[in-house]
C-alpha cells in the first residue's frame, strides 16, 4: 500500500522512493519534523531523512522489513476471543503467521457472537458480504473460501509473480529456506518490542472492552463476559 507525503514546498514533487514504511514510523517522524525528542523505547523510526534529510536530526534508518499486525476489532468471537496473527514483509515475499489457525479470521460463522447478530463481524454488512455469504453454498463457494474461510498457520507469498496472493508457498521444499528467514526476522522483532503473544501478557487484549456495542439492544448480552475478564 502506497504511502504519500505532502509538506508544501519542503518535499520534492513526484519523488518515488521504495522502502518499508508503516504507521509506527508516522509518530517519531511528526516529532523529529518538530524537532521534539524521540523516545529511545520507540518501536520504529523517522522517515523524515528520507523525504527531507536536511530537516532531520536523525540517520537513515535501516528499512529491510516492516511487521505489521492483525487484533481483534470487534466482538465476534466466544469470550472475546480473537483470531491474531502477525506478519513480515521483505523483499518480495510477505509471511503471515496466523497464531490461531482453528478460529474463522474474519468473526465467528454462528451470528451469535456479533453484536449485530450477523455471521464473521469483523467484516463490514453490504451487497459484496451478502452475495459472499450466499456464495458459500453454490459452485461459488470457492469465493465465500477466499474471504472467509480459516486460514493455514502460515502463509508465504510472492508478490511479484502472485500480486493478490492466492498461491500459498508455506509449504513448499523450494521455498524452505525463505520461510525460515522471515520467521527468524519476525521473531526476533517480536521479542525485541515485547509482543505480548510471545511474553504471555495477553490480558492487555482480553480486558479490553468493545465500546462501540453500547446502547445497541444486544449490548447486555456481551456485558457479563466483559466483567469476567476483570478476574484474568
Known amino acids: 500500500m502506497p504511502l504519500i507525503a505532502w509538506w508544501g514546498d519542503k518535499i520534492k514533487e513526484a519523488v518515488e522512493i521504495n522502502e518499508y514504511i508503516s504507521l509506527a514510523d508516522i509518530a517519531p517522524t511528526f516529532l523529529d519534523a518538530a524537532g521534539v525528542f524521540i523516545p529511545y523505547e520507540t518501536s520504529r523510526k523517522s522517515f523524515l531523512p528520507l523525504i527531507v534529510p536536511e530537516k532531520s536530526s536523525e540517520q537513515k534508518a535501516n528499512r529491510d ?5 492483525n487484533e481483534r476489532h470487534a466482538w465476534v468471537h466466544p469470550g472475546g476471543q480473537m483470531a ?29 457472537y456479533h453484536w449485530d447478530l450477523y455471521p464473521f463481524g469483523d467484516a463490514d454488512g453490504g451487497r459484496a458480504k451478502t452475495e ?8 461459488d463457494s470457492a469465493l465465500f473460501k477466499l474471504v472467509f474461510g480459516k486460514r493455514p498457520e502460515f502463509e508465504l507469498y510472492n508478490v511479484k509473480a502472485d500480486p493478490f496472493n492466492l498461491s500459498n508457498l508455506a509449504d513448499k521444499e523450494e521455498f524452505r529456506c525463505v520461510k525460515e528467514k522471515l520467521q527468524t526476522t519476525l521473531y526476533e522483532y517480536l521479542l525485541a518490542t515485547n509482543d505480548p503473544w510471545l511474553t504471555g501478557y495477553t490480558t492487555i487484549y482480553y480486558q479490553a472492552p468493545c465500546y462501540a456495542m453500547k446502547g445497541l439492544p444486544t449490548y447486555d448480552l456481551f456485558l457479563e463476559d466483559w466483567n469476567s475478564l476483570d478476574s484474568l
Open 84 to 112: 491474531a496473527s502477525r506478519a513480515i514483509h521483505m523483499d518480495d515475499h510477505p509471511l503471515i503467521h496466523n497464531l490461531f489457525p482453528d478460529m474463522w479470521p474474519a468473526g465467528h460463522i454462528d451470528a451469535f
Open 65 to 69: 522489513f516492516v511487521v505489521t499486525h
Open 132 to 139: 459472499l455469504l450466499k456464495a458459500r453454498f453454490t459452485r
